[in-house]
T-cell receptor, first 114, second 114 residues
Framework: QQQVKQSPQSLIVQKGGISIINCAYE??????FPWYQQFPGKGPALLIA?????SEKKEGRFTISFNKSAKQFSLHIMDSQPGDSATYFC?????????????FGQGTRLTINP | KAGVTQTPRYLIKTRGQQVTLSCSPI?????VSWYQQTPGQGLQFLFE???????NKGNFPGRFSGRQFSNSRSEMNVSTLELGDSALYLC?????????????FGPGTRLTVT
């Protein structure tokens, strides 16, 4: 119930291509779905987030697609650039005892080849 | 505004010892969460503090504890260190932890237990 499953574990994409990372969840109480980007030696940084009442959210080259009935959501990176090479984490959040509680996927190591 | 700061950045301890890690949230943020990041388990929630009170706790043994001070700075303590406690410990802050879902992460403290 608490898990968020993320795939693939690693992904190699050519520069200019589309990177797609998928996540699935079980607990329908989750009400916020952020994606984080983490570079080596740094903490995760919020990239983009979506709530379940929206099926898609786009910010620049980054798009989240959300399928509530399938309990799946995905991150699409258009025109992928070498600077996008990082580890990406999906997460799901719900209210527990008056506070947000984030559950993270296992992460995807993305490499963009120049 | 300065970001979340964590000290120390790197730490080497011996099995059986105890360790204290420190986190200073973004100015004005009152909620502080702690996470453990390992290659095998990914990012796992430890606990969250708001106004000096622990509101949420993850599934970690009692050797892991924390506290928050009146200025919102937080510390986490791990007693009787085990080899498996080697990890990157991340602190994240948010304004109030209630209506706001965005968490800002620090760079982490890399703990190595030998």
């Amino acid at each position: 119930q608490q898990q968020v499953k993320q795939s693939p574990q690693s992904l190699i994409v050519q520069k200019g291509g589309i990177s797609i990372i998928n996540c699935a969840y079980e607990n329908t109480a989750f009400d916020y779905f952020p994606w984080y980007q983490q570079f080596p030696g740094k903490g995760p940084a919020l990239l983009i987030a979506i709530r379940p009442d929206v099926s898609e959210k786009k910010e620049g080259r980054f798009t989240i697609s959300f399928n509530k009935s399938a309990k799946q959501f995905s991150l699409h990176i258009m025109d992928s650039q070498p600077g996008d090479s990082a580890t990406y984490f999906c997460a799901a959040s719900r209210y527990v005892q008056g506070a947000q509680k984030l559950v993270f996927g296992q992460g995807t190591r993305l490499t963009i080849n120049p | 505004k300065a970001g979340v700061t964590q000290t120390p950045r790197y730490l080497i301890k011996t099995r059986g010892q105890q360790v204290t890690l420190s986190c200073s949230p973004i100015s004005g943020h009152r909620s502080v969460s702690w996470y453990q990041q390992t290659p095998g388990q990914g990012l796992q929630f430890l606990f969250e503090y708001f106004s000096e009170t622990q509101r949420n706790k993850g599934n970690f043994p009692g050797r892991f504890s924390g506290r928050q001070f009146s200025n919102s700075r937080s510390e986490m303590n791990v007693s009787t260190l085990e080899l498996g406690d080697s990890a990157l410990y991340l602190c994240a802050s948010s304004p109030d932890g209630t209506g706001t879902y965005e968490q800002y992460f620090g760079p982490g403290t890399r703990l190595t237990v030998t």
